[in-house]
């Protein structure tokens, strides 16, 4: 794979009441969105949804996060769905005559 660069696709913008579980953001971080949300929701009289999502090794975070938010904002229900997603990864070449190579690939998914 020397000879090949991964190309960054633009991931599409998640919804507003969405929220994307990465590695790197704590959990103290989304707790406080998710009480900015909740609030500026009940301001506006619209449905109060929340979609936590997370996908492979942040699973367990995302599980973590709905966990603490239950128990933060009482009177709050949640509903899970697990399953997968299908990936592809696409690499060009560094050199010429080489042809662009997409490695496809299951991950797991929680939506909370």
Known sequence: MFKYRRVHKEMEKAKPNEIRVTANTTLNSYLGYVGNLLEHLAKEKKEETIVIKGTDYVISKAISLATSI??????????????TMDMEDEYEPLEEGLDTVILKRKVALVTI
């Open 70 to 83: 239950r128990h933060r904002f009482k009177g709050l229900k949640q509903i899970v769905d697990i399953g």
